[in-house]
């Protein structure tokens, strides 16, 4: 049972265009969710991060929209840069089962120049 | 300040062999967590270390065991492999607990292990 799903396997955008990367959740007792960014033959790195308490969290180009009614939460990249085509997980918290991190699948994200 | 460290980074391994990896967190950092990657699957959540004690474990079979020593390094084992557990198993270290705070971890970068 996946409780943290990212549909989208893979997304082609245009350098200086938007990216736009989609999770969905099923477990309402998730509380803090986070993006981690990870390009080949290196570890995952946190990228950005917001609390169920909040509907957004920007930093730079990213930003990360939260819907909690609908169980959904974005990640937008604007604008989007070649540096930025890398695998992008989301996670999600669970305070009821000791703070344990549930990732999604990844959406793997190109940016063309 | 040195970042969390794999040992393997890659190893080939045949059927119903046995197979230790090694992670050496960032220092100071208490907590270890495992995860194992595989393509479409995102990242399967193993277990998690902490100061010494086993504090969360995910759904896998008990032929996936870890450990945590006094100095925070963790090794974990997959005994009787079979050809599935080819994946890359990625360790993450905290300070605190894992997913205390930010839930913020830091990532190694992983031991790609091959099962013939």
């Known amino acids: 049972d996946q409780q943290v799903k990212q549909n989208s396997p893979s997304l082609s955008v245009q350098e200086g265009r938007i990216s736009i990367l989609n999770c969905d959740y099923t477990n309402s007792m998730f509380d803090y969710f986070l993006w981690y960014k990870k390009y080949p033959a290196e570890g995952p790195t946190f990228l950005i991060s917001?609390?169920?308490?909040?509907d957004k969290n920007e930093d730079g180009r990213f930003t990360v929209f939260l819907n909690k009614s609908a169980k959904h939460l974005s990640l937008h990249i604007v604008p989007s840069q070649p540096g930025d085509s890398a695998v992008y997980f989301c996670?999600?918290?669970?305070?009821?089962?000791?703070?344990?991190?549930?990732f999604g699948g990844g959406t793997r994200v190109l940016v063309k120049p | 300040k040195a970042g969390v460290t794999q040992t393997p980074r890659y190893l080939i391994k045949t059927r119903g062999q046995q197979v230790t990896l090694s992670c050496s967190p960032i220092?100071?950092?208490?907590?270890v967590s495992w995860y194992q990657q595989t393509p479409g699957q995102g990242l399967q959540f193993l277990f998690e270390y902490f100061s010494e004690t086993q504090r969360n474990k995910g759904n896998f079979p008990g032929r996936f065991s870890g450990r945590q020593f006094s100095n925070s390094r963790s090794e974990m084992n997959v005994s009787t492999l079979e050809l599935g557990d080819s994946a890359l198993y990625l360790c993450?270290?905290?300070?605190?607990?894992?997913?205390?705070?930010?839930?913020?971890?830091?990532f190694g970068e992983g031991s790609r292990l091959t099962v013939l």
């Open positions: 917001i609390s169920s308490i909040k």
């Open positions: 220092s100071g950092h208490r907590s």
């Open positions: 993450a270290s905290s300070f605190n607990e894992a997913g205390a705070n930010t839930g913020e971890l830091f």
């Open positions: 996670a999600a918290r669970d305070k009821a089962a000791g703070n344990k991190l549930t």
